[in-house]
């Protein structure tokens, strides 16, 4: 069974960091897309950062480039989201998620993505 556990949400004040984990079990994610997405109450959730777990290569939307960064440990099965300069417009729900390697998944795609996780809150206070 896949499970994808996110973990480091917590409350910061703007211009701080904060770093989220995922850490995936259940199987082997060889090219593989390992995505975070997040969602603001009211609003749809969005895409913000992807990573091929083989290549490294990575995709952001333009709301986080230059902020946040993503990153992966395949020994540990894990991606990590740094975020940097934090604004209270980031404060959501984020999601961690894993899809097969393709257009989809690189491009931020939701339906490229067939497993998610729970989630993490982050908080951004102003």
């Known amino acids: 069974q896949v499970q994808l556990v996110e973990s480091g949400g917590g409350l910061v004040q703007a211009g701080g960091s904060l770093r989220l984990s995922c850490a995936a079990s259940?199987?082997?994610?060889?090219?593989?897309?390992m995505g975070w997405f997040r969602q603001a109450p009211g609003k749809e959730r969005q895409f913000v950062a992807t990573i091929n777990t083989s290549s490294g290569n990575t995709y952001y939307a333009d709301s986080v480039k230059g902020r946040f960064t993503i990153s992966r440990d395949n020994a540990k099965n894990t991606v990590y989201l740094q975020t940097d300069s934090l604004k209270p417009e980031d404060t959501a729900v984020y999601y961690c998620a894993a899809g097969p390697f393709g257009l989809a998944t690189m491009r931020g795609w939701r339906t490229g993505y067939n497993y998610w996780g729970q989630g993490t809150q982050v908080t951004v206070s102003s």
């Open positions: 259940g199987r082997t994610f060889g090219n593989y897309a």
